[in-house]
Every structure is written in C-alpha cells, then in structure tokens.
C-alpha cells in the first residue's frame, strides 16, 4: 500500500467528518428568516402542517426534514470515523481497507450525484471531494503482482 494511498483515504474520512461538523452547525443555526411573503407562507406550511404516517403521530415537513438532515450529518461523521479507525488498522486486514475504500468511493460517488441534483454547492463539494479522494486511494494502492506458477514464465 502506498503513503498517496493511505493520505487520500484519511483525506476522505477527515473531509467526511468536517462536512459533518459543518452540516451539524447549519442545523444547529437554524433556517433563515423568510424573505418575503411567500417565503413566510412556506415557512409556515412546513412548520404548522401536520400529516399523518404509518406508525407515528403527525409529523411536519419541517420535522421530516430536520430528522433526515441529522441522519445525513450521523452518517457523515460514521463514515469518517470508520475509516480512520480502519486506516489506522490497515496492516492487521489489508482486505478490509481495500472493501472500505471501494465501497466509499462507491457511496460517495453516488451521494455526489444526488447532490448535484437535489442540494446545493457546498455539500456536492464536500461530497465530491470525499468521493475524488476514496477514488485516488484505490487508484494509489498498488497490488501485488501475482505470483507466477514454478515453470511459467511472464
């Protein structure tokens, strides 16, 4: 395994754990104050309108929405601290680092493109970045060449 490869894994889980962080504090800051008068009615709307789903009591948009934005930033902060920890035990199971890194590449590409369709710059950065990074990771590891068979020449 390569220096390049375990300094772009711990890129993405520290970008991971940073987006988190920042994710966490927007939330934490509360929305904006509305703007204007359709603003405000949408603020309200979301705010007081409550609807009913299988299995809970009446929920708003806004508690929907607060709900799924802390399970995004817990997974942001999960995904980091995974990794470091494996990055940090990478020797003791190569193979574990090496399924950690395809499937964070994987999920963070994916995240990336439902970022660019459905929220805006800063998150698809973030995002972007721990993809790019978690990429260069599989691309710097280097595998062994395999063994060649007694009698068998390259």
Same mark, same amino acid.
Not at 4 to 23: D, K, P, Q, Y
């Given at each position: 395994?390569?220096?390049? /490869?375990?300094?772009?894994?711990? #890129?993405?889980?520290? +970008?991971? @754990?940073?987006?988190?962080?920042?994710? $966490?504090? *927007?939330? #934490?800051a509360g929305p904006e104050a509305p703007k204007n008068e359709t603003?405000? #009615?949408? +603020?309200?709307?979301?705010?007081?309108?409550?609807?009913? $789903?299988?299995?809970?009591?009446?929920?708003?948009?806004?508690?929907?929405?607060?709900?799924?934005?802390?399970?995004?930033?817990?997974?942001?902060?999960?995904?980091?601290i995974l990794a470091l920890a494996i990055a940090r035990s990478r *020797?003791?199971?190569?193979?574990?680092?090496?399924?950690?890194? #395809?499937?964070?590449? *994987?999920?963070?590409?994916?995240?990336?493109? @439902?970022?660019?369709?459905?929220?805006?710059?800063?998150?698809?950065?973030?995002?972007?970045?721990?993809?790019?990074?978690?990429? @260069? /990771?599989?691309?710097?590891?280097?595998?062994?060449?395999?063994?060649?068979?007694?009698?068998?020449?390259?």
């Open positions: 395994m390569s220096k390049l /490869s375990l300094v772009a894994f711990r #890129v993405g889980a520290w +970008t991971s @754990i940073l987006t988190a962080l920042a994710h $966490l504090a *927007g939330h #934490v603003e405000a #009615v949408l +603020t309200e709307l979301m705010t007081s309108y409550g609807f009913a $789903l299988p299995g809970a009591p009446r929920r708003t948009m806004m508690e929907l929405f607060d709900g799924f934005s802390l399970t995004f930033t817990l997974f942001l902060a999960l995904t980091g *020797g003791a199971v190569p193979e574990l680092y090496r399924f950690t890194a #395809v499937a964070l590449a *994987g999920t963070y590409g994916i995240l990336s493109g @439902i970022s660019l369709r459905h929220f805006f710059l800063a998150p698809t950065l973030c995002l972007a970045l721990a993809f790019v990074a978690f990429a @260069i /990771s599989l691309a710097a590891e280097g595998r062994p060449a395999p063994k060649l068979q007694e009698g068998l020449r390259p």
